[in-house]
């Protein structure tokens, strides 16, 4: 009688080390309750914006879901009304 092996392919080592320390990241609008989202305002916008005018994630910006709601909609109603661009410029 033939006894058949399978070998299982490895897996990688995890390696052994510290984890840096994480902060928190604190939404900006809940913190200073005198700043508020207006689509008016793009200087208060484009903080929110990479170089390529794309909008930054939650995760990234540190704000909470109610007000990255919020700046999405006034960056893409200052959008439509020319006061910041859709895309940065070609060149």
Do not use: W
Request: aromatic share 6%; charged share 35%.
């Amino acid at each position: 009688m033939v006894e058949i092996v399978v070998k299982r392919p490895q897996r990688k080592k995890k390696r052994a080390g510290r984890k840096g320390f994480v902060r928190h990241k604190v939404c900006r609008f809940c913190a200073d309750k005198e700043m508020f989202i207006d689509y008016k305002d793009p200087r208060t916008l484009r903080i929110f914006l990479t170089e390529r005018h794309k909008i930054i994630p939650r995760r990234i910006s540190g704000n909470c879901a109610r007000h990255q709601r919020g700046l999405t909609v006034a960056i893409k109603r200052s959008r439509q009304l020319a006061l910041m661009p859709f895309t940065s410029q070609h060149g």
